[in-house]
């Protein structure tokens, strides 16, 4: 409360109880100090690119200084409201319609720094401003919508085609990934068979190997064991004997395989009868892979 005494500033007395003397002591104004909010009616402004809109705000305000509120003018409310009004006016005309629109925090601190120079003088401290509603004219209106339309389908469109290029991009490379996977599935099966193939190979080598080791070891056995007995007394008659009997069994198979047929004519001599059956052997060979013909040989043979 601000008290004049004989009409003039007195002393400043915060709410509750005080001394006065009266009809010397006068309560000239009642300041409330708590902040208050105030409407600012909408404005008719003009934007930089020509644009008509109307601007409405909240301006929120506190008295700090109650000298200057009940002395700096004779109306402050009234005085910081039309201030704000202006302010606001002149900030809008210095932007684009597009950076009101996406940029009213920098409109309202411009709008803010403006009032605060003049409220100072008025005992008054701008808190904040907001701008409630910026309403463009009805063609300018109609013009945002299609705008708004028209960029809603660009996106739409822009969307649509990343799902496509995306969806051509998986197919692609699961199309990859899966060739892949069967080049790597046919490499390895490749060399499976490879491997196993080798390794049968190897298997049935060491087979035949194992095989043609263990009769030529048991010939080896079946020669020395010939051997030992022709050594023991009336074995060389056995062998002759012996001999002489698979001799006539040999002649029997020649002659049912072969045209040709060979005579020793020293059938006592064992020597004579081995190198004989060799060439025996070896005409039985050579007459399954050539056709049979009837011929006469030198050296004591001759053709049926």
């Known amino acids: 409360m601000v008290v004049e005494r004989f009409g003039k500033l007195h002393t400043i007395h915060d709410s509750g109880f005080f001394f006065a003397i009266p009809l010397i002591d006068d309560i000239a104004y009642v300041i409330d100090i708590r902040e208050r909010a105030l409407d600012v009616p909408p404005q008719h402004t003009i934007t930089k690119d020509n644009v008509t809109v109307d601007v409405s705000g909240n301006l929120f305000i506190a008295v700090v200084d109650p000298e200057r509120a009940a002395y700096g003018a004779t109306n402050p409310i009234y005085a910081v409201v039309q ?168 002649y029997g198979e020649m002659g049912s395989k072969s045209n040709t047929l060979m005579f020793n004519d020293r059938p006592a001599d064992i020597n004579s009868l081995i190198s004989q059956a060799s060439l025996a052997l070896s005409a039985v060979t050579n007459s399954q892979k050539n056709s049979s013909q009837p011929q006469v040989t030198s050296g004591g043979e001759k053709s049926d």
Do not use: C
């Open 83 to 250: 201030h704000a009004q202006s302010a606001m006016r002149s900030a809008i005309g210095e932007m684009e319609l597009d950076e009101i629109l996406h940029n009213r925090q920098h409109l309202n601190n411009t709008i803010k720094s403006s009032v605060q120079e003049s409220a100072t003088a008025w005992g008054l401290d701008v808190r904040r401003y907001e701008i409630t509603e910026i309403d463009p004219d009805p063609v300018i209106r109609q013009a945002m919508d299609k705008q708004a339309a028209a960029e809603r389908a660009r996106r739409e469109q822009v969307l649509q085609a990343e799902g496509n290029k995306r969806t051509q991009e998986l197919n692609s490379e699961g199309v990859k990934i899966s060739l892949t996977n069967e080049s790597e599935g046919n490499f390895i099966k490749v060399q499976n068979e490879s491997n196993a193939a080798k390794i049968k190979l190897l298997r049935e080598a060491e087979g035949e190997a194992e095989s043609i080791r263990i009769r030529a070891k048991a010939q080896a056995e079946a020669i020395q064991m010939i051997a030992d007995e022709i050594q023991k007394p009336g074995g060389s008659n056995a062998a002759t004997l012996a001999l002489a009997r698979e001799y006539v069994e040999m």
